[in-house]
């Protein structure tokens, strides 16, 4: 019964800036962005927990990406900043009825996904 439908993608510049967001109907445990760049296997972004506001980040994101979460809009936010050529790809909102500790970095603890939102990064 979990929706999940992304916004916000787009093209942007090296260097820029991008907002996406995930709008949530239902019940989860936790919430996390994945990515699929051109040619390559979907890798794992971002993550939080609902109940403890714990953050998960890919070595990439660290410093650059961050996610949030409203449980007021039932929204997921992630923030990506001084963004890069290797950023490209389809970003994908997921949901988990259960992570913890390094499981909430895997796609293996998600169950239910969006339908993707494109972010090309091209100068």
């Known amino acids: 019964q979990v929706q999940l439908v992304e916004s916000g993608g787009g093209l942007v510049q090296p260097g820029g800036s991008l907002r996406l967001s995930c709008a949530v109907s239902?019940?989860?445990?936790?919430m996390g962005w994945f990515r699929q760049p051109p040619g390559k296997e979907r890798e794992f972004v971002a993550s939080t927990r609902w109940r403890d506001n714990n953050t998960y980040y890919a070595m990439f994101a660290k410093g650059r990406f961050l996610i949030s979460g409203d449980n007021v809009k039932n929204t997921v936010t992630l923030q990506m900043n001084s963004l890069k050529l290797e950023d490209t790809a389809v970003y994908y909102c997921a949901s988990s009825t259960y992570c913890s500790g390094y499981g909430c970095y895997s796609g293996e603890n998600f169950g239910s996904w969006g339908q993707g939102t494109q972010v090309t990064v091209s100068s």
């Open positions: 239902g019940r989860t445990f936790a």
